[in-house]
């Protein structure tokens, strides 16, 4: 492949795994994996519509817009203390999503999916202020802590779906990498760091 061919698919890579994907995924893991799953398939599209347009549509819509009243462009956003300014956004927009889901009485597992995100952001954002984490790994270090967790509530084997989370965090990790976005550590740690408070939030709470 060609040099150019190989920078595209990392781009193609960073945006189809965007960070804020964690609770749709953990969402479609309870639906999946739990007792969650019986519900009427109008309830699940419902939670799922205010999901997504609390965690992906809005919060990308707002930093975009953002970014365009800045003059910035997607790359200018790998310089750090441009990055502060999107994380109020999404921890806003999540926080948001998790209060109207405690208002409709929606199950707490569903809420923890929101509160570890929070967490996750929240963590990212201090880490920010000083040095640069990954915040795509931490996501997917997210889903896949947040999957071990499930796999002790509801007693499942998540060996197929774990293998394929640690496959994808290697093809998340070398994509950032490889647009120069973050150096090695910035990805391990990030991975840790989500799958870590993931894995702690869901499975205590």
């Known amino acids: ?28 893991a309870l639906f999946l994996f739990s007792y969650l799953g ?7 599209l419902t939670v799922l519509g205010l999901v997504y347009l609390f965690t992906i549509l809005l919060p990308t819509f707002l930093i975009r817009l953002y970014r365009h009243y800045q003059g910035w462009k997607p790359f200018d956003l790998i310089v750090r203390e441009r990055r502060m300014v999107p994380y109020v956004i999404s921890i806003v927009c999540y926080s948001v999503c998790y209060y109207l889901m405690s208002m409709a009485h929606i199950p707490h597992f569903m809420g923890s999916i929101l509160v570890a995100a929070v967490l996750i952001q929240v963590v990212c954002a201090l880490i920010n202020t000083w040095w640069k984490v990954s915040v795509h790994e931490a996501a997917i270090g997210g889903v896949t802590g947040a999957l ?19 496959f994808l965090s290697g093809i998340v990790g070398t994509s ?12 391990v740690v990030g991975w840790f760091i989500g799958c870590v408070l993931a894995f702690l939030t869901i499975a205590m709470v």
Not at 149 to 166: K, M, R, S, V, Y
Not at 176 to 187: C, W
């Open 176 to 187: 950032r990498m490889m647009l120069r976005q973050h150096s090695l550590s910035q990805i």
């Open 38 to 44: 019986l519900m009427p398939w109008g309830y699940k």
């Open 148 to 166: 071990l967790a499930f796999a002790i509530i509801f007693t499942f084997d998540p060996i197929w779906w774990f293998c394929l989370t640690l």
């Open 1 to 28: 492949m060609k040099e150019k061919d190989i920078i595209l698919a990392a781009r193609v890579i960073s945006m189809v795994f965007t960070p804020f994907y964690l609770p749709m995924v953990g969402l479609a």
